[in-house]
């Protein structure tokens, strides 16, 4: 018996080493690149702005010199509604992009998914080769694309004279932003819900039609169900970083164009008021977390249907 | 952002072999010229991106045998921030007037030792004794931008509107004819301070309630505007998009050698409102930090001589200080109120201060509302 025992304990303690081994090195990637810039963020929200850009030092023996702990800054953020407007704006934003990019994204994964096997790999490659040049160049040819010289532009104007309408401008405007945000994360769309159709067994869609179903009813009840979690992964996959995105709406948006990555990004260094801006990037932090959650809990949801 | 220019050069090897050749050569080389009394005479300078002629550099290293290293900054903020993180070994800067103060408040400057600079006499009178650095101590006048007006002179003639006024960015009954063809520099400071201007008050005033009088009255111009934009607007103006901005000198300078240089039929023109306007006032400082004070200073006196001062206004257009230097500048760009305002609109001028933290979150959720509404 004892020997057996020595066994089993030695075999679970083996387990639990190699679970350690596996889960360690994420957790300690997570551990230093979020909860720690995280608790420094928390403690940088309670500072004073540093007079010269930065912040006040914690502890100062000198008089005058401001220096330790407050509520201040987070009294200021909810002093003003206009705040959570920037924040309602920003979430409205990345929710339109990411619907967007489902409507387009779907159907070209679709396609993919069903080409025959030889072109999937070229067709995934097409996807992606955009990522081959800076992103920031990519937005800047938009600005070409939607300037009021470009073919685009000319052509809605000449269509708009027709009626009478006065011209429209493209470019700086919600609508460049909205375009510029699609484009760059479209991929980001794609790929997953690629990566979920290919895996759909054909079989099933042979047994639904032998069932009688027609070919809509093969989809909504058959391959759309199967894809929910692409579509949840792709959506957290682009609704979260355009939640942040401040570099788009600085080059194509107009002059009511501020979403909170502009905001955040503005406190630290336009206005050096670092207090602030990670009260905010604290908010959306959090804001971030609860829709995680959210995707995480549709997403078990999901799998009733698989 | 200051206007930027990159000279890149580039040789191209034909082959492989001549490649091996020349590295070896160069190494070679490399090893024989560089003894360590040459090493030595470095001296280090944190300036703005495209703020010195080449030209200038060249000279002064044959003069005093000596390398100029520089690196670059695009902002204010940038370079304090870099300083404050820590940096160090930087002989020169060339702040602006309230970065200059904020850099003398933290005690990281060396007083300049004026016997070594005979040439200091060539700066003009009027830009000396700066509420930034009193009895300049610390600084030497280098250029300066001043934030004005920027118009395309064909479609100015062909809409007729002012451009002697302020007015021509706020006022809806001038904008109605350029709606979508305006912009205005996305930044805080310098809006804010164009429409306090407008309204009669100084660009430096503080109280909230002449900030909200101009922030209403941006808030009534926006719609006609097509962006807030500090970088991109020397384009859109050059392509002929934009025929209004509200932009530095030396940009519209830029954008109107762009024009003429890609032949379209237009200038680009610049003019000061009446109203006044927004002046930066760039100084050489010497950085505590810096090895090299005895290069520093002599670099300070080369850069004090008509000659060399005259070449950065004949590259970028900017605002110089400098008496001497008049004989040296291109006419044409000499005769530009723009580039040398007159004693009367001097007057009108004014530099910015630096705003407390209380006063700077203010305007930041001015700032903010502004970009809301």
Not at chain 2, 26 to 54: K, Q, R
């Amino acid at each position: 018996m004892a020997p057996e025992m020595s066994e089993k304990t030695q075999s679970s303690r083996a387990t639990r080493l190699a679970r350690w081994l596996v889960s360690g090195p994420p957790l300690l990637f997570l551990a230093v690149f979020f909860l720690l810039p995280s608790a420094i963020m928390v403690l940088a929200s309670f500072r004073y702005p540093g007079e010269f850009g930065g912040l006040a030092p914690l502890f100062s023996t000198v008089p005058g010199v401001l220096h330790g702990l407050t509520f201040e800054t987070y009294q200021f953020f909810f002093s003003d509604i206009i705040y959570v407007q920037v924040f309602l704006k920003s979430f409205l934003v990345a929710l339109a992009t990411t619907l967007i990019c489902l409507l387009l994204a779907y159907p070209l994964a679709l396609l993919i998914a069903r080409s025959p096997k030889k072109s999937r790999d070229l067709m995934v490659l097409l996807v992606i080769l955009p990522f081959a040049s800076n992103f920031l160049v990519r937005v800047y040819a938009w600005m070409i694309l939607l300037g009021p010289q470009a073919a685009l532009s000319q052509a809605i104007n000449a269509v708009l004279a027709l009626f009478g309408l006065t011209p429209v401008h493209l470019l700086f405007s919600p609508f460049a932003v909205l375009v510029g945000m699609v484009y760059v994360h479209l991929p980001f769309m794609v790929l997953p819900l690629y990566t979920n159709l290919e895996k759909h067994d054909p079989m099933l869609l042979d047994a639904a039609q032998d069932c009688g179903a027609n070919a809509w009813q093969r989809f909504w009840r058959i391959t759309f169900p199967l894809s929910m979690p692409g579509i949840l992964s792709g959506a957290a996959l682009v609704f979260i970083p355009v939640l942040g995105m401040f570099a788009i709406p600085d080059i194509l948006g107009g002059t009511g164009d501020m979403l909170i990555g502009n905001l955040i990004k503005e406190q630290f260094l336009g206005t050096r008021d670092w207090p602030f801006g990670s009260t905010l990037s604290i908010m959306l932090t959090l804001a971030v977390l609860a829709v995680a959650w959210l995707a995480a809990r549709l997403g078990r949801g999901g799998k009733y249907y698989a | 952002m200051k206007s930027k220019k990159q000279i890149s050069l580039r040789q191209d090897c034909c082959t492989a072999g001549l490649c091996r050749t020349l590295g070896v050569l160069a190494g070679l080389w490399f090893l024989l010229s560089f003894t360590p009394a040459h090493a030595e005479d470095v001296l280090h300078l944190y300036n703005w991106n495209n703020y010195i002629s080449d030209a200038t550099i060249a000279r002064f290293e044959a003069e005093c045998g000596c390398r100029v290293v520089q690196d670059y900054y695009s902002d204010n903020e940038e370079m304090l921030a870099k300083l404050a993180a820590g940096a160090t070994g930087y002989d020169l800067i060339v702040p602006t007037g309230n970065a200059v103060e904020a850099l003398i408040r933290q005690q990281v400057l060396r007083p300049l030792d004026k016997t070594r600079l005979p040439n200091l006499g060539n700066i003009d009178p009027a830009w000396l004794n700066t509420p930034f650095d009193p009895g300049n101590r610390y600084s030497v006048p280098y250029a300066y931008t001043i934030t004005l007006i920027g118009y395309n002179s064909e479609k100015q003639r062909a809409l007729q509107f002012p451009v002697d006024s302020w007015a021509v960015i706020f006022e809806p009954r001038y904008l109605e004819k350029l709606k979508g063809r305006v912009t205005v520099l996305d930044s805080q400071r310098e809006l804010l301070a164009a429409g306090l201007k407008y309204l009669g008050y100084s660009a430096n005033d503080t109280d909230e309630a002449h900030w909200k009088q101009a922030r209403d009255l941006i808030i009534r111009a926006k719609p006609y505007w097509a962006a807030f934009n500090a970088s991109s607007y020397i384009k859109e103006l050059t392509v002929g998009n934009i025929w209004l901005v509200h932009g530095y000198s030396n940009d519209i300078f830029q954008a109107d050698l762009d024009a003429q240089k890609a032949q379209r039929g237009f200038r680009i023109l610049a003019s000061i409102p009446k109203e006044g306007a927004v002046l930066a006032l760039d100084s050489l400082v010497l950085h505590k930090s810096g090895p090299r004070p005895d290069l520093a200073h002599r670099f300070i006196n080369f850069m004090l001589e008509g000659r060399n001062a005259a070449e950065l206004t004949n590259l970028i257009g900017s605002g110089n200080p400098n008496r001497a230097a008049r004989a040296y500048i291109r006419p044409e760009i000499a005769a530009s109120a723009a580039v040398f305002p007159g004693a009367a609109q001097l007057t009108h001028l004014e530099m910015l201060r630096d705003l407390d933290r209380r006063q700077r979150r203010v305007l930041s959720r001015i700032w903010t509302e502004i970009k809301l509404r």
